[in-house]
């Protein structure tokens, strides 16, 4: 059973253009445990353009499946990773201009910094995953830092059509297959919608998948407990 984790950043979006106090990111994360999500994602990005420090700890306090927590590897987010102490957290690039996170990690340049961020997350007890695209010198880099999970990025996969695709998803099949042979987790995520997720949780290694906008999109029109139960429907899970 491939596990599903709802990123629920887009609600504190919305709340967030605003200024104001709704929509609640605290309530979305009860609601899509409550509609059956394996995890609650966030992304605590260093600008704080959405999710902020309180609502990092509330739902911290809240979610009762488990917490993925998406941050850069600065150590001001080291610190707060530590305090907050989430089931897993994921490292992401960040740039500042971005609209979202355009591809993964590139760990041909990772100072020796992020060796030790890996191992003091982990001494820890918080499962440490890299978010990086479908290249096989990038797991095996991932590998010799000793992350425990890797995240493959999907967005190609998801923006391709046709032939591209098919190729797309091949390269996912194989770096699935290369990150558990190296004995860690293999996630996926980002772009994946109501379509596209079936081919990628048919991939026999993907554990687990992290899916926000399209979840949120669609709860716009159905609500949050419609929107996760049709992708758990749509990832064969019901």
């Given at each position: 059973m491939v596990r599903l984790g709802v990123n629920i950043d887009h609600v504190a979006t919305v709340r967030e253009a605003r200024k104001t106090i709704e929509p609640d990111p605290v309530a979305a994360a009860i609601a899509v445990e409550l509609a059956g999500a394996d995890q609650v994602t966030i992304h605590l990005r260093e600008d704080r353009r959405h999710?902020?420090?309180?609502?990092?700890?509330?739902?911290?306090?809240?979610?009762?499946?488990?917490l993925n927590l998406e941050m850069a590897g600065t150590p001001e987010m080291q610190a707060i990773a530590l305090g907050l102490h989430p089931n897993s957290v994921t490292l992401v690039p960040e740039k500042r201009e971005e609209v979202t996170t355009?591809?993964?990690l590139d760990l041909r340049t990772a100072s020796p910094a992020v060796a030790d961020l890996v191992a003091t997350l982990g001494g820890a007890g918080i499962k440490v995953c890299a978010f990086l695209d479908p290249d096989l010198d990038q797991i095996r880099r991932a590998a010799s830092l000793r992350f425990q999970a890797v995240e493959i990025h999907t967005g190609r996969y998801a923006n391709a059509t046709g032939a591209a695709r098919i190729e797309e998803l091949k390269k996912i099949k194989d770096v699935a297959v290369a990150i558990r042979h190296m004995g860690m987790g293999v996630h996926a995520g980002h772009g994946l919608d109501y379509h596209n997720v079936r081919?990628?949780?048919?991939?026999?290694?993907i554990e687990e998948l992290n899916i926000g906008h399209a979840i949120i999109s669609r709860a716009i029109f159905t609500g949050l407990d419609r929107a996760v139960r049709d992708m758990l429907v749509a990832m064969g899970r019901l």
């Open positions: 999710i902020q420090n309180r609502d990092a700890r509330i739902i911290r306090e809240v979610v009762r499946s488990a355009e591809g993964g081919d990628i949780v048919a991939v026999p290694e």
